[in-house]
T-cell receptor
Framework: EADIYQTPRYLVIGTGKKITLECSQT?????MYWYQQDPGMELHLIHY???????EKGDLSSESTVSRIRTEHFPLTLESARPSHTSQYLC????????????FGPGTRLTVT | QKEVEQDPGPLSVPEGAIVSLNCTYS??????FMWYRQYSRKGPELLMY????GNKEDGRFTAQVDKSSKYISLFIRDSQPSDSATYLC????????????FGQGTRLTINP
């Protein structure tokens, strides 16, 4: 089983609150990713990082931000949560040479009321 | 139009049946093809990985790629209840590509 962790697993929070979703991996992978997944829908890439101090936006427009200060840690922050942010957020990582073999965390299911 | 199309199902079959899961795609630059399995309340896990056209077998699982038809398949032989999950196809154009493009997943249930 892959060593990639996400906390919290479930979060219910009110509109306007600031939240940070945590993601950590112990595999030493350089590449890390955040995806958004709605029921019955494909995964959409919202952020990715090739290494420390490197972050890029993905295909899906997102109001979230990310940081990569340490190789193992890739948190995602929403400054002001809205009901439209309700979704499942998946973190993943891969070795630097390939984007294809991605290891996923268990996900954070976020509900904004 | 989506780059990758996958029938969301749900698909329900009896234990022991052969299951066929499929994806079509429109981008002829795709060369790397993956199948991920996602159990309920878990993240996806890589199941099969193939490059270009051809077949790849791993135990009860066989992945097929037909680049001329832009069509990929995953076959599961002697299906088990533990195979019940959502199966996502994914693909990328280059080894160093920035991203994978995922299908929406097919929800599969194997009935004992």
């Amino acid at each position: 089983e892959a060593d990639i962790y996400q906390t919290p697993r479930y979060l219910v929070i009110g509109t306007g609150k600031k939240i940070t979703l945590e993601c950590s991996q112990t595999m030493g992978h350089d590449k890390m990713y955040w995806y958004q997944q709605d029921p019955g829908m494909e995964l959409h890439l919202i952020h990715y990082s090739y290494g420390v101090n490197s972050t890029e936006k993905g295909d899906l427009s997102s109001e979230s931000t990310v940081s990569r200060i340490r190789t193992e840690h890739f948190p995602l922050t929403l400054e002001s949560a809205r009901p439209s942010h309700t979704s499942q957020y998946l973190c993943a990582s891969s070795r630097a040479r390939t984007v294809n073999e991605q290891y996923f965390g268990p996900g954070t299911r976020l509900t904004v009321t | 139009q989506k780059e990758v199309e996958q029938d969301p199902g749900p698909l329900s079959v009896p234990e022991g049946a052969i299951v066929s899961l499929n994806c079509t795609y429109s981008n002829s630059a795709f060369q790397y093809f993956m199948w991920y399995r996602q159990y309920s309340r878990k993240g996806p896990e890589l199941l099969m990985y193939t490059y270009s056209s051809g077949n790849k077998e791993d135990g009860r699982f066989t992945a097929q790629v037909d680049k001329s038809s832009k069509y990929i398949s995953l076959f599961i032989r002697d299906s088990q209840p533990s195979d019940s999950a959502t199966y996502l196809c994914a693909m990328s154009a280059l080894q160093g590509a920035q991203k994978l493009v995922f299908g929406q997943g097919t929800r599969l249930t194997i009935n004992p």
